[in-house]
């Protein structure tokens, strides 16, 4: 079976996952936004890229911060925005994903954002248009469930190349929560797809789910051990709603264990990069001198974000 | 009287219901959708008819399905648009409806786009404006109370057109829940008024209206033989809150009855088109079979509504 | 300490208050508004200052009335718009008001219109644009707590001169619950600048703050004796939530001694007019025979705050 995202000639038709895509689409997704980049710097940051092509913002599950960041790189590109909160839509008068998905089309939408709570429904959107011939409507996943989150996985890669240039010499650390993480998921498949020799992930036994292995990838419960002579720390978000579940003592002790300070930071290589998907919890996840600090690139993710979503956008829509 | 919703050349002034618009506004209507479902195939679907205008979706109840088609319609039309959901502004802080429409009138808003759970809150609006001498600012009902939903009579009447060309000829069904229904009395009225000279009625007695008479129209309490014939199958929506209430068995009794299958289909010509106002409550007014068959016609509703709501907004701003 | 709000040329840098800003820059305002009046009735309302810019309306305290009139002013001047309603947003998962900022900042936001239940947010986040260096992001304060409401005094300085031509001989009347008005403190600052000889407080004990006195501001606490021979009456809201609460003894009391009826007007100056920020409580505060009647000017005050939140924008943007 063909990969769903990729049209016959293996351009890009869905962002789904990164797990399979080829290293030469995402490179080629990061050298299209490298331009895109410099626009949000000119006097007016507008293209006519996607000029009377209508994006919607399919939003199952609410996500402000997400939705700004696709609602601003399609503003940028001269779409059509509309943005639906579908939980408080049709599907709550009891009408399907797919149902709504096809009144849509009917509406001639050429891109859906779709952030839903279930993983794989971008997915079972894409395959169901994929099923009705409709090769000119385009999904991009905005974070299913514990599955994926693409857009956030590219946006990292993009800074990682920005800050580090080349994959094939990196040593990678991810720490916290990956259990629960669709971001880590990402970033993993992306990580190893271009090639970087080690992937480190750290955290607490609970927070780490089975199966992770494959060559490269190194699993620590110590961070003292596990950031030695890392290039690149990435943090993952604690979900407040996780916080005080059965799997976490306290985020104090998750903070004094697992916390990202100074002090444990030094482990990594003097040059180490530190990111972060946003939002943080300070005091949680890491230390407020290193979320503010010189090796902190957390800010850098946010514009590269916007730039990387109007890659994938016009790469979508050519 | 005048009409309230046309001028003096009777021209479109303002669209409040389906009930008492003569034959050639309903025609020109339809007409000028025509070119309009051409745009939406378009590489760039836009067109410079409201550039500049602002149009408010003034919602007092909540739609984002009819909420979409409008703000989609008006910005092919490159209007400005700005979504009020008003049950959450100022109406809430004790404003009267007047009040919030005079405020936006001073705004500048060239046209309101109305739903409101309280049948004839558009007609007051427009009342409201004429009044006040405020000719260049214009009301479209977007669905009121029980009373009307005319852009959806319109784009049914559009889709019956569409595929059965004149309309003098046509015996068309309504089927469900006509007595909740402002569809139903939109559809009821277009029909009349374009020369169907054959409605049906069908559905339970508990859910059909006491005074539907008007010349043409018959009633059926039975599907197989209300069906016989019949060269346009509309069935109606059955309001979730109704499934459970005093009027209705049980959504699977309903279904039983009233539900569209393909046995009670093939009373119908072998040639009719069944249409449903959306979002349709598989297994309870329709059969999945029928609904995704050959002879639905339920998306290409949906299409037509953007050309339909374009025709209008462009008539009235014109 | 320079006056954050201005840049080191005395240039509109952002707009927290009218407390301590200049007269000429007040008159700038005002004079930079009176052509976008015009716009506002062309055929094409849109002007290119703001094309390419995006502006965030961030929302921390819902107000759909206000942010309406900053969306509207902000395509006006075709910036793209993206409506932030914080509370439901990244705040909520613990993320700070600052880091929200920087996130923004990180988008490229080149104007945040901010609106907060506490006094001082905007203030704290303009102060933090300007530690970071960052003179090309411009803040507008949308209303702050008890604090400040600019763009209101603003828009009600505009309608005094529309109306009234000149500030140096007039008797201004503010009646009502001055005490919880933020309106009223952007009102007081303004006519103070502007040179306005006689600023009059009216309304109950309890409803008036302490610490008002300054250079021709007189307190009174009888309606007759306050609004005779003012030029300008201008009313306050009562908050709903107010109402029932310890400061007042009930709507119908409150309007017998504080609501504007003719007989109360009748004191005032025969060619008086009569200002409300609205949301109107028709009965309470005012009489609808007033409202509606020709001292009224309190649909003018909308219209100009359109021109006025223009001209506030075009001169941050500048």
């Known amino acids: 079976m063909r990969n769903p995202q990729l049209d ?14 080829p290293r030469e689409t995402l490179t080629a997704i990061l050298d299209t936004a490298a331009p895109f980049t410099e626009v949000a710097e000119r006097e007016i940051k507008k293209l006519p890229v996607l000029r009377g092509k209508s994006v919607f913002n399919l939003f199952f599950e ?11 790189a399609a503003k940028r590109l001269s779409a059509d925005v509309v943005n639906l909160n579908v939980s408080t839509s049709s599907t709550a008068k009891g009408e399907s994903l797919l149902d709504t998905v096809d009144n ?21 959107i894409a395959q169901h248009l994929i099923a009705n011939g409709r090769n000119d409507i385009h999904v991009v996943n905005a974070g299913d469930g514990r599955h994926a989150h693409p857009t956030q996985g590219l946006l990292d890669m993009y800074t ?26 990402s970033q993993i498949a992306a ?41 690149v720390v990435m943090m993952l978000r604690l979900q407040n709603e996780r916080m005080n579940g059965a799997l976490l003592p306290t985020p104090q ?16 290589k003097s040059d180490a990069i530190v990111m972060h998907p946003g939002p943080m919890n300070r005091g949680v996840e890491i230390d407020s001198a290193i979320a503010d600090g010189a090796q902190a690139v957390i800010l850098n993710q946010v514009t590269f974000g916007i730039a990387v979503r109007m890659a994938v956008m016009s790469m979508l829509a050519a």
């Open 253 to 268: 002790e998750f903070y004094k264990n697992w916390g990202l300070t100074a002090e444990k930071l030094s482990a990594a």
């Open 8 to 21: 016959k000639n293996g351009g890009l038709r869905h962002l789904l996952t990164l797990d399979g895509l």
């Open 160 to 185: 990682i190349r920005h800050f580090k240039g080349d994959f094939s010499q990196l040593v990678v650390a991810l720490v916290g929560d990956v259990l629960h993480s669709r971001v880590a998921r």
């Open 62 to 72: 609410n996500s402000t911060r997400t939705r700004t960041t696709f609602e601003i």
């Open 191 to 231: 990580l190893a797809t271009l090639g970087v020799p080690e992937i480190r992930v750290i955290g607490p036994k609970t927070l780490l789910p089975t199966g992770l292995e494959r060559p490269g990838l190194r699993v620590f419960h110590d961070m003292a051990e596990g950031l030695r002579d890392v290039d």
């Open 104 to 124: 849509l089309c009917a509406m001639q939408a050429d891109m859906f954002v779709v952030r839903h709570a279930a993983s794989g429904a971008p997915f079972l």
